[in-house]
């Protein structure tokens, strides 16, 4: 029996991920060119890599079509309804940190926080007739947070891309979306809203619950698991 193990396939993720189990003893590597999806595993016997998108192993784990995944916590938390039945989080990895934030104009300066963002929704929508657009990719993580914070006069505006820019070219309001410095975010004149962020993501190992674990492939867990310092 083999254990599939699913790690992003690209970029630095895919090297901070190689060097974070490299650094236990478990050697994973790519084996064909950088066109192929080919992949080893050293340091322990019974794992399969398998190479996909950051963006993809969510859904695989949720689908039980790999046993373990690393990718980050927000996007676990974005793609999965009721993650937490679908995953367990076996160990944050220390890399790949970047907030979850919503973002306003500078120039709004009578919104600070989430209380002053929904009064000045309520005001917008008044004014204008439609409802305060928000920029996001993050659809599930700021509509739930939104939710739960009150705020229900705005509407999300899907952005796969150069999420910051929306205001400046006038097809949303306010943006809500990841960053690590907050560079981009003060170059395009927003500033961030106070009360912390929404998610505080990294790259993270995640188990499925959605795969029919049999006693050999709890023995392989156990054993990465113990070659990787993880207390479960």
Known sequence: MTLKLGVPSKGRLMEKTFDWFGASGIELSRTGSDREYAAAVNGIDNVELVLLSAGEIPRELAAGRIHMGVT???LVREKLGAWDEKVIELAPMGFGHADLIIAVPKCWVDVNTLDDLDAVAA?????HGFRLRIATKYHRLIRDHLRDHGVADYQLVDSQG???GTVKNETAEAVADITSTGETLRANHLKILAGGPVHKSQATLFK???VDWTVEDRAI?????????IDR
């Open 72 to 74: 980050g916590s927000d």
């Open 123 to 127: 005001a917008f929508r008044a004014k």
């Open 162 to 164: 150069a999420t910051e």
């Open 208 to 210: 499925s619950r959605k």
């Open 221 to 229: 867990l156990d054993e990465l698991c113990r070659k990787l310092h």
